[in-house]
């Protein structure tokens, strides 16, 4: 099993900046990547960035290529999320997920946490 909590969200401006935080705890040995995706209500849930366990690999969704850089901190068992240049269109609820070894989806997830970014 694998726990994962988001922390960091909250309110912004257009062209501000946020850091989210997903700390993972139990069989973080076992975890071959971890992203983000986000959703908002009545939408389907979008993939935003990843990254592999040992951080030598990073993709992006384009929407948020250039503005948002996800990296992790191994010591620490936690990746980020640094979101410059917020636009209106990045609010939604922020959630990392854990996809291990051997598996071909993301089975862990953290409980979410908000963005909300005004005009």
């Known amino acids: 099993q694998v726990q994962l909590v988001e922390s960091g969200g909250g309110l912004k401006q257009t062209g501000g900046s946020l850091r989210l935080s997903c700390a993972a705890s139990g069989r973080t040995s076992s975890i071959a990547h971890m992203g983000w995706f986000r959703q908002v209500p009545g939408k389907e849930r979008e993939f935003v960035a990843r990254i592999n366990w040992s951080g030598a690999n990073t993709d992006y969704s384009d929407s948020v290529k250039g503005r948002f850089t996800i990296s992790r901190d191994n010591a620490k068992n936690t990746i980020y999320l640094q979101m410059n240049s917020l636009k209106p269109e990045d609010t939604a609820v922020y959630s990392c997920?854990?996809?291990?070894?051997?598996?071909?989806?993301?089975?862990?997830w953290g409980q979410g946490t908000q963005v909300t970014v005004s005009s």
């Open positions: 997920a854990a996809r291990l070894f051997g598996d071909t989806r993301h089975a862990y």
